[in-house]
Every structure is written in C-alpha cells, then in structure tokens.
C-alpha cells in the first residue's frame, strides 16, 4: 500500500528536519534570546499519522541556549521508538 500524498510530504519533512537538525550539538546559536525562542518555536513540532493500521510518528524538540544548540529527534512506529530508516523505509514502498 503506497503513501498518500500528505503521508509522503509529512515524511520527508520529518526525513528533512532529522538530517538538517542531527549534527546540531556544534552549532552556536545566534542572535539575543528572543531569537533563539524563535528558533525553538519553528523547530519544535511533531506529526502523527496512520498508514496500514499502523501510527507513525515524529517528534523534533530543539533547544537553545546562549550558547549551544540541542537537537533531539524522536520516531516512534505503534509508540515504540525507532530510528529514522522506518520512516525512510516508508518512502521507499510508496
């Protein structure tokens, strides 16, 4: 069974933010505090959805502080956590 459309752009976008985001610990923030909120309000998000009777789903947590960047990256198939190749595996089929 192929992805929706909707599905395929949920997870590339979850693919995107996770290879963007995961060498983020050597990243310096930059700009004041109210900067680095924004930073954390565009980045921190998650998406869930059901494919084949099965929940998928992705949670992106950034944090900044003033002076290090953290990124943690969550995937989760049926609440159980996984590493980013299920989602890729997901396009893959479609």
């Not at 050597?26 to 505090?33: D, I, M, V």
């Not at 494919?51 to 943690?72: L, T």
Request: net charge positive; proline share 1%; hydrophobic share 30%.
């Amino acid at each position: 069974m192929t992805l929706s459309r909707s599905q395929t752009k949920k997870v590339q976008r979850a693919i995107d933010q996770h290879e963007r985001h995961k060498g983020a610990y050597f990243w310096t923030p930059f700009g004041n505090a109210a900067g680095r909120r924004a930073t954390e309000r565009k980045n921190t998000w998650s998406v869930t959805f059901i494919h084949a009777g099965i929940e998928y789903s992705y949670q992106s947590d950034v944090r900044c502080s003033a002076r290090n960047y953290y990124y943690k990256g969550r995937f989760f198939v049926n609440g159980e956590t996984r590493t980013v190749r299920a989602f890729r595996d997901l396009l893959k089929g479609s």
